[in-house]
């Protein structure tokens, strides 16, 4: 053990992007829930007074153009396009990611619908099998609306399911349950291969690693920003339509904030030229402008460097569960090659719930999700190497309290990444 805290100490110490935990609002409290909801950066407080005080409270419809609100969708787009390898142009902030997968999804039909030919037509969408629930949610109803049949199927099977009926792809960069990546490049060319489009659900992958849509050509895709961006509970998601799409996106929420004249009041819809296409209504300023303010702590940051701790971080982890805790008490269903790992680690363990409600009784937070798994989630803007092997040794501790068993019916055996049923 002391080894291990030893290392811990050593790589913290060496840890380039080390001083940015101090740009966060942090305690005592060892934090591994930022792929759920990211930690406070210290400096957004301050900036929400500002726009609250100042500028609702004394500029108020002023604000709208004196302190750029109108443009805020835009511009904060444009702040996180280089995070998720995107030019200026193409992001605009708003709404929830259910919604703006709505708005992906209808938009990648209707534009498979003016390729595809006549008989019999492009009307089948894929889903990832193992998708976060509203994205599922979505994608059927999706189907429903515009008469196409939905078949979920596993990521890794989706060029052998893709056919001339196929007419959009909606897929998760990173498995929100187990943390594996899924790879992205590939998945993207084979959907353009079959002539369909692919829409990508970032959610678990913005801020944590390198995505590069524009490099791979993504046609479409959607994220959160109160994950790895830190943008504070239920900040505003995104949506990225690639440039050369943009003139044929259409959105089946067609509001007046995307309208070519917004203050026309124009009976008729004219959508707008760019990436404005993707705003609907009135934009949520208080929430978006703390975003705004959160995304200061990416500067001077590489995405690379994140990665690259990421790595560090869960390779660390699972050295330290393998050493502190019994065989057989936990099984990882993260993989195990870096290729296929996001910043999370999944583990397989019986009474799961209870473990996660003692873990975070002793200030250890990650979180649970039925029925069996503990989530982890790696943070490297502000979590260090000491935090991970305290995490493990906590872990250890709680369950060598509790009674013992194989972790939720899965056999016993090493660490080696290897997914689990479900995953």
């Given at each position: 053990m002391s080894e291990l805290m030893s290392e811990a100490e050593r790589l913290d110490a060496a840890d380039g992007l080390a001083a940015l935990r101090d740009r966060f609002v942090l305690d005592d409290v060892t934090y591994l829930d930022g792929n759920s909801l990211g930690a406070l950066p210290a400096?957004?407080?301050?900036?929400?007074?500002?726009?609250?005080?100042?500028?609702?409270?004394?500029?108020?419809?002023?604000?709208?153009?004196?302190?750029?609100?109108?443009?805020?969708?835009?511009?904060?787009?444009?702040?996180?396009?280089?995070?998720?390898?995107?030019?200026?142009?193409?992001?605009?902030?708003?709404?929830?990611?259910?919604?703006?997968?709505?708005?992906?999804?209808?938009?990648?039909v209707r534009m498979a619908g003016e390729d595809g030919p006549v008989d019999p037509g492009r009307d089948e969408i894929l889903v990832d099998a193992s998708t976060f629930p509203t994205d599922g949610y979505i994608a059927e109803s999706t189907a429903r609306m515009t008469g196409c049949v939905l078949r979920p199927v596993a990521p890794d099977e989706v060029p052998s399911a893709l056919g001339e009926r196929t007419a959009a792809v909606l897929l998760n960069h990173v498995d929100y349950r187990t943390g594996r990546l899924h790879d992205l490049p590939a998945l993207t060319a084979a959907v353009h291969a079959a002539g369909a489009y692919a829409v990508?659900?970032?959610?678990?992958?913005?801020?944590?690693?390198?995505?590069?849509?524009?490099?791979?050509?993504?046609?479409?895709?959607?994220?959160?920003?109160?994950?790895?961006?830190?943008?504070?509970?239920?900040?505003?998601?995104?949506?990225?339509?690639?440039?050369?799409?943009?003139?044929?996106?259409?959105?089946?929420?067609?509001?007046?904030?995307?309208?070519?004249?917004?203050?026309?009041?124009?009976?008729?819809?004219?959508?707008?030229?760019?990436?404005?296409?993707?705003?609907?209504?009135?934009?949520?300023?208080?929430?978006?402008l703390a975003l705004e303010a959160a995304l200061e702590v990416w500067d001077g940051v590489s995405v690379e460097a994140v990665r690259a701790k990421s790595l560090a971080l869960t390779d660390f982890f699972l050295r330290c569960v393998g050493a502190y805790v019994p065989d057989g008490r936990v099984v990882s269903?993260?993989?195990?090659?870096?290729?296929?790992?996001?910043?999370?680690?999944?583990?397989?363990?019986?009474?799961?719930?209870?473990?996660?409600?003692?873990?975070?009784?002793?200030?250890?937070?990650?979180?649970?999700?039925?029925?069996?798994?503990?989530?982890?989630?790696?943070?490297?803007?502000?979590?260090?190497?000491?935090?991970?092997?305290?995490?493990?040794?906590?872990?250890?501790?709680?369950?060598?309290?509790?009674?013992?068993?194989?972790?939720?019916?899965?056999?016993?055996?090493?660490?080696?990444?290897?997914?689990?049923?479900?995953?």
């Open positions: 400096h957004v407080p301050a900036r929400v007074a500002d726009v609250v005080g100042r500028q609702w409270g004394e500029l108020r419809i002023r604000s709208w153009e004196e302190s750029g609100w109108w443009t805020a969708p835009e511009r904060i787009g444009d702040r996180i396009a280089p995070l998720v390898g995107a030019a200026a142009g193409q992001i605009v902030v708003g709404d929830s990611t259910s919604v703006n997968v709505f708005k992906a999804l209808v938009a990648a990508w659900d970032l959610c678990h992958s913005a801020g944590a690693l390198p995505v590069g849509l524009d490099e791979h050509g993504v046609d479409l895709a959607v994220g959160c920003t109160y994950k790895y961006l830190n943008g504070g509970p239920g900040s505003p998601a995104y949506l990225y339509v690639r440039r050369d799409l943009q003139d044929r996106f259409d959105s089946p929420l067609p509001g007046w904030n995307s309208h070519a004249e917004p203050f026309g009041m124009r009976p008729a819809y004219t959508p707008a030229s760019g990436a404005v296409r993707g705003r609907v209504g009135t934009p949520d300023i208080l929430s978006l269903v993260t993989p195990a090659a870096h290729a296929e790992r996001g910043s999370q680690v999944a583990l397989r363990c019986a009474d799961a719930g209870d473990v996660m409600k003692r873990l975070i009784e002793r200030g250890v937070v990650g979180d649970f999700r039925a029925p069996d798994i503990l989530r982890f989630g790696f943070t490297p803007l502000y979590v260090g190497f000491a935090d991970v092997e305290r995490a493990a040794r906590v872990l250890a501790e709680t369950l060598d309290e509790m009674p013992g068993g194989t972790p939720g019916g899965t056999p016993s055996g090493a660490l080696d990444g290897t997914p689990g049923e479900g995953g």
